[in-house]
């Protein structure tokens, strides 16, 4: 059972510091016994008055409390003494806050009122019944859960308890205490559950215990209250997700919200000693100590205001702001014993000139000599760890939270022994560290009270130790782990890829290779050229093994490039390869090339699922047969590429799965034009989502990624032309860059991330963009499934035409401004050798015009012996059908609307040869001066 804690004079060897104990000389020894007696007594009673103090004066311990947070904790205890009703609370807070006063205290309160309500019992000369039962529980003194169980089986003496022994294995006393608390009913006599230092049975086991508890509080039997108290605040996010979900959710929290100059008050009060007080100590007022205490309050008055004081109070107060880290301090100023030796000869200068010589040895017992660090929570010493390491890395260079804490991040996924906070509670932790002077803004960055907390993160700081001084102090760290150890050791020197890492990332003109896939299998679908084949050749720069899995083995009349041609290329940059002719589509075929793989090179480290295939047609224009090409080869390929490359990527030291797919982005807006081939690609973004959570705890990356904008690759040359892809796209290599940097990245540190190009290498410091830009300065294409690329495509569309600056027309009646004198201005232009470039007839669905507009329009580009163009039927077959309204057909053939746009925002619909089509947006720019 758990008491209220004694309160008594102690003795000249004892401190109030927890754990610390202050060995003070005995003083002097004068031929006045008397008066040496008198100043031994004026020395303890200065020290009993620290212990006792409290913000009211009054003495007492329990007046320090919040009144607000005892009625609640109070409240808590009395709903199950009292009412029968179970519940459970976490009191948080720092070293010396006053979380177990303040159960103490509540523990009092509710025993003293039972004791007034059994009034009968005490009145009749029996004695009266207890409240409740008291289970205490420190997590620090059970080594397992096993031991916590027979703690409470003693404590509650269950009947398997014979003779202070507790019978039977972990298992059998965990059911029969939980048997004996659903045994009980509201009449049961209740029992409480106080467990101090709570974080420790968080990092036992599988957190049984705590999950029975918070289980028995919501099921009717013994009435039961569990308190857990701890001084971490990120307990919660310790709790395993079913645990958690059994607690109640309620948390008082101890924070001590006094400013610098209410300690400093305090101080000040806490050190003095008024005349009337001295009868309580057994002293007597007279002449000397009355003289003794004037000078005492004089010199206190000077030492409070003193520089030295209020540096050291602000540094000490600065991490830990509460009572008891003041209060030790304080104690070993008044306990210095030269203070009251020779009582009648001392004054105020003397005392003040004793009192600033004590103050640093005073600062040394508060902190326990590196105190300052050695008292931080686990969470922030990590991070301030990883803020050495990058002021190490990057040479001094300024950083935010944000920086810090994706290093965080990856650290903990690496090193799973270390418990990963939230991002809300590290910026806390974060902040904390701010505050506590280990971290500075930068110099006129510094952080406003009224910022919100995003804003706040975004702020640049700097280290405010020296990395040596901060690493001296780390290294005593009580307890530090193994893993946190390591990585404080770890240097720009030894650490060869960090260095390498540096140097790309201060590099804003290119991402280099650090040589970090070196000797890794990559396997690559639809390497043959492209995004797939520039990923191959950046991986092969680093002595990557490589397979290239393709359908094209032989050359393609209008695509350049084969599998073995692909192959020349990554030997010549420095991999080895191995070409393999693969339809993702058929199982046995992946499945061969798999164990080919698996044969030349060992093993399989990375797979790059690239491969796809891609349709726009709206859902009535598109039929099934593209329908099934688009889903086999996106998302069933997908999925089987990753199934029969898995078993052997679980094995590697470096598994990484990399699909060439988008974000997930539900808005309607990219399903309503191309509804098929969206569902396609997001199969492909599906098996990210699923296989990075499924193949998490194996340390597999899994992980997309996606362009910002159009992509220049022969299919688009091809499709489009070459000038119009290379004015709108950026190059390859941004893909093969970002995925570079993606693959790169340790085993189990980066997964389930659905990362843009362009972001990827931002935030590996690669700032210079317009490299990748086939036309530097050229306004770019945006892709799809990006909301900035609807608000960009919406734009466009609605935007004005602009006559300003424009060039004149060839024509003096100006721009055309119906349908009709669209095709007139058209048909004279019409000629053989447009004819036999484009080779390709178009029909034309417009609506939404006046009824002479309304209906089929024709465009002959293919035979020069039928009608060129005009109203009604064509006269031979369409190669192309188009759909959409007049007035935006009129737009985009007078340059105000282009093609893409127009099809990306779902005003154009599309039927037929999609390559066709697309060569129809070269013809108009070539006539936009001609109409």
Known sequence: MISPRKRRILSPVSSPTKGCSVVLPRVQINDDKEMCSTAEALRNAFRAKLLLFADDGRGTIESAISQDKLMQCTECIKRTVCLGESGSLMIIGHAGSGKSTLVCTALKLVREENRKENLADVVFGSEPTQPFLLVSLRGSCFEDEGEALKSIARQLKLDNVVEDRVMGSVGDNLSFLLEALRAGGKKTLPVVFLLDEAEEFCSRGKQALLYNLFDCTQISGTPICVILMTRRFDLLDLMEKRVRSRFSQ?????????????????????MMIDFTELNKFDISPNKAVKRFLSAWEEAVSHLVGSEVFQQKLKSLTQLRRNLRSVKALLFTIVSDPSLFSCLNSKTADDLLTIMKASVSKAYSVATGGCGTVSSLPLVELTLLVTARRHHLLRKGEPFNFCMIFREYVNFTKAN???????RR???TAFQSLVDAGFLEPLSGDAVKKDENARSRDYRLHLLAWGEDELLRHVKVYPGLPTALQRWINSTVVADFYGLFSCIARRNPSKMINTGKLAGKTVFITGASRGIGKAIALKVAKDGANVIVAAKTAQPHPKLPGTIYTACEEVEKAGGKCLPCVVDIRDEAQVGAAVKAAVEKFGGIDI?????SAINLSGTEQLDMKRYDLMHSINTRGTYLCSKMCIPHIKKSSHPHILNLSPPLNMNPFWFKSHVGYTMAKYGMSMCVLGMAEEYRSLGVNVNALWPRTAIRT??????????SSASQSRKPEIMSDAAYEILCKDKGTYTGHFAIDDEVLKAAGVTDMEQY?????????????LDEAMIALQDDFTKKPSTEGSKPAASSAGPPKTVMDVFDRITPIINEEMIGKMKASYEFELKGGTPEEDGKWFLNLKDAGAKPSGRGDSPIAADVHFTMKCPDFVKMFSGNLKPTTAFMMGKLKIKGDMGKAMKLEKLMKSMESKL
């Open 416 to 422: 799973p022994v270390i418990t990963r906070c939230h």
């Open 714 to 723: 022969a299919a688009m040359d091809m499709l489009v032309g070459e000038e």
């Open 250 to 270: 309620r948390i008082l929290r101890m924070d001590d919200q006094r400013s610098h100059q209410q300690l400093v008050d305090l101080s000040s009060r806490m």
């Open 773 to 785: 830009s086939c036309v530097p300065g050229s306004k770019l294409l945006p892709d799809f499934f």
């Open 607 to 611: 797979l790059i699922n690239n491969a």
């Open 425 to 427: 509670v590290a910026s």
